[in-house]
């Protein structure tokens, strides 16, 4: 079990994995369209929604249901497949941010 003040450091950890996933993803037309309509969100949504750990979780959710995007975002990124994976768990609330 983590302390509390490392709680708060694996929330900003994984949304900085987020946010940098996500710039990675906007990069590519194809994918960012693929990203919008399997999410549900708009651009304006996406936009202001950025600070929620729901949006947050659902872009790396997004990576890990297509390993093909997940291992080449990894690769982009300088982390692992699980690294990203891990963040996109604890952020969508399947492992809970206690673990």
Do not use: K, Y
């Amino acid at each position: 079990m983590l302390a509390a003040g490392r709680i708060e450091e694996v929330r900003e950890s994984d949304a900085t994995l987020a946010l940098q996933a996500l710039g990675w993803i906007l990069m590519d037309e194809p994918r960012r369209e693929r990203l919008l309509a399997m999410t549900g969100l708009s651009p304006d949504n996406l936009c202001t929604s950025l600070d929620e750990p729901g949006t947050l979780g659902a872009i790396l959710q997004f990576l890990a249901a297509h390993e093909a995007d997940l291992m080449m975002c990894a690769d982009a990124m300088g982390v692992s497949p699980e690294d990203l994976g891990g963040a996109a768990r604890r952020m969508t609330g399947v492992e809970g941010w206690m673990e």
